[in-house]
């Protein structure tokens, strides 16, 4: 063969396989044999029942794609109410802390304010005790003072009273029985 042919070295069988395949195949031609080649077509039945299936498949296609396409959606759905429902709670969490830590705050603002008052009772009592003991021991020293002092007025009158009689004389004191004598 010379290199300047169509169908170069070899590449003459594809091309008679290929011319063979467009008139009829191996053995038909267009002789009687073809009549096996027109019942491979396809006839208005097959083709309806060809579309059908395929609008069938779209169909499915398009009822698979909405679901998941709906899923996807109930999906985000629950997750954004999870989501939020998450951030209630951790609000009400956070307020129901203020809460606590108010109470405890006015707690111990109370307790404190109850502190200070019983310190502040137990210095008044300390301080009414000393005054009690104080007034009791001042009665006490008045007492005692005015006790002295009749004491030394008593000691003073007695003193006078000798100091009279030595100034006197010597002095008798007459009995009742002998100034009833001398009256009569």
Same mark, same amino acid.
């Given at each position: 063969?010379?290199?300047?042919?169509?169908?170069?070295?070899?590449?003459?069988?594809?091309?008679?396989?290929?011319?063979?395949?467009?008139?009829?195949?191996?053995?038909? /031609? #267009?002789? %009687?044999? @073809?009549?096996?080649?027109?019942?491979?077509?396809?006839? =208005?039945?097959?083709?309806?029942?060809? $579309?059908?299936?395929?609008?069938?498949?779209?169909?499915?296609?398009?009822?698979?794609?909405?679901?998941?396409?709906?899923?996807?959606?109930?999906?985000?759905?629950?997750?954004?109410?999870?989501?939020?429902?998450?951030?209630?709670?951790?609000?009400?969490?956070?307020?129901?802390?203020?809460?606590?830590?108010?109470?405890?705050?006015?707690?111990?603002? /109370? #307790?404190? %304010?109850? @502190?200070?008052?019983?310190?502040?009772?137990?210095?008044? =009592?300390?301080?009414?005790?000393?005054? $009690?003991?104080?007034?009791?021991?001042?009665?006490?020293?008045?007492?005692?003072?005015?006790?002295?002092?009749?004491?030394?007025?008593?000691?003073?009158?007695?003193?006078?009273?000798?100091?009279?009689?030595?100034?006197?004389?010597?002095?008798?004191?007459?009995?009742?029985?002998?100034?009833?004598?001398?009256?009569?």
């Amino acid at each position: 063969m010379d290199n300047g042919s169509a169908f170069g070295e070899g590449s003459w069988i594809f091309g008679l396989i290929v011319l063979l395949g467009l008139f009829g195949g191996f053995g038909g /031609g #267009f002789g %009687a044999g @073809n009549n096996a080649n027109v019942a491979a077509y396809a006839t =208005m039945a097959d083709v309806n029942a060809a $579309i059908n299936n395929q609008s069938t498949q779209q169909a499915l296609g398009a009822i698979q794609l909405s679901s998941a396409n709906n899923n996807y959606e109930t999906a985000q759905l629950i997750s954004n109410q999870n989501l939020q429902m998450m951030q209630q709670s951790n609000s009400d969490l956070i307020n129901a802390i203020q809460g606590f830590n108010t109470v405890t705050n006015s707690l111990n603002t /109370g #307790f404190a %304010a109850v @502190n200070q008052n019983i310190s502040n009772l137990g210095y008044k =009592m300390e301080e009414c005790c000393c005054s $009690i003991k104080t007034m009791l021991l001042e009665n006490r020293l008045q007492d005692t003072q005015i006790a002295l002092q009749n004491a030394q007025n008593i000691s003073v009158n007695a003193e006078q009273s000798q100091y009279i009689l030595s100034q006197l004389g010597s002095f008798v004191p007459k009995s009742a029985a002998t100034a009833a004598l001398t009256a009569r």
